[in-house]
């Protein structure tokens, strides 16, 4: 059984730095699509940061670009996303989800900034809340 289990989240100063972590257990890294995606309240999900197995680069949202940056360390199956330079617009829930032999549009990484992305996966976290204030 595939569990994603999200940790990390919290409150933070506009400028702060915060780490979020995803453990994936059960999950198999061999030909997937694994993100990070935020919502606000009323808000759909926006993909945030995602990575296909097998491109050569990681997508990051414009309202990102520069202060995030997405890792896997696949020994602990986990995923990270640390986030400096924090401002309150960032302040969302955060969720990881993850995707197998993802085909069609996804097989890009840059499906991630498309309506209707994080809701095609095949799994997801319950999320993590970040607060940034100002």
């Known amino acids: 059984e595939v569990q994603l289990v999200e940790s990390g989240g919290g409150v933070v100063q506009a400028g702060g730095s915060l780490r979020l972590s995803c453990v994936a257990s059960g999950f198999t890294f061999d030909d997937y699509f694994i993100g990070w995606f935020r919502q606000v309240p009323g808000k759909e999900h926006e993909g945030i940061s995602c990575f296909r197995s097998g491109s050569s680069r990681t997508f990051y949202a414009d309202s990102v670009k520069g202060r995030f940056t997405m890792s896997i360390d696949y020994a602990r199956k986990t995923i990270y996303l640390q986030m400096n330079s924090l401002k309150p617009e960032d302040t969302a829930v955060y969720y990881c989800?993850?995707?197998?032999?993802?085909?069609?549009?996804?097989?890009?990484?840059?499906?991630?900034?498309?309506?209707?992305?994080?809701?095609?996966?095949?799994?997801w976290g319950k999320g993590t809340p970040v607060t940034v204030s100002s």
């Open positions: 989800a993850a995707d197998r032999h993802s085909s069609g549009y996804m097989s890009r990484s840059d499906a991630c900034g498309l309506p209707g992305t994080f809701g095609a996966m095949d799994y």
